[in-house]
């Protein structure tokens, strides 16, 4: 199992600049990118803020961070329409886990798939990230 963490780049800025509707706007196409470019056995959903997971069964971490990359490609290709039409260049950065020992828990995989979206983040936005293995 493999997890992404995504965060949507500079979103209190959307909202700050665009208002608190435009941000819905931006959260509910966000939403609907992600159900559309992940696989059945997929799940992704809204983990607080701007932030969203997708939980991945059966894929190791070279295929979750290809997945990724595929995403963030998609969200940022296509601006965002927010209000009466207006559009918006919206990126997202992202950090990858995978399970890496049969006890390794849920909080453990959540700590390094934020480790990692932290990185990604520090490193400019837009980007994904990988967990750094055996790194504590």
């Known amino acids: 199992v493999s997890i992404l963490l995504a965060d949507i780049d500079h979103f209190k800025k959307i909202n700050d600049i665009h208002g608190h509707a435009a941000g819905d706007d931006v959260l509910r196409e966000f939403g609907r990118r992600l159900r559309e470019n992940i696989r059945p056995i997929d799940l992704a959903c809204r983990y607080g803020g701007e932030e969203f997971v997708v939980i991945m069964p059966e894929t190791n971490q070279s ?56 990185r990604a983040k520090s490193n400019g936005r837009n980007t994904i990230e990988i967990e750094n293995m055996g790194v504590g």
């Open 63 to 118: 295929l979750a961070q290809a997945a990724g990359e595929r995403i963030r490609r998609l969200v940022g290709e296509m601006p965002f329409a927010i209000g009466r039409g207006d559009l918006l260049n919206v990126t997202m950065s992202g950090g990858v886990a995978t399970v890496i020992a049969p006890d390794d828990g849920v909080d453990a995989l959540i700590k390094r798939a934020d480790e990692a979206l932290y």
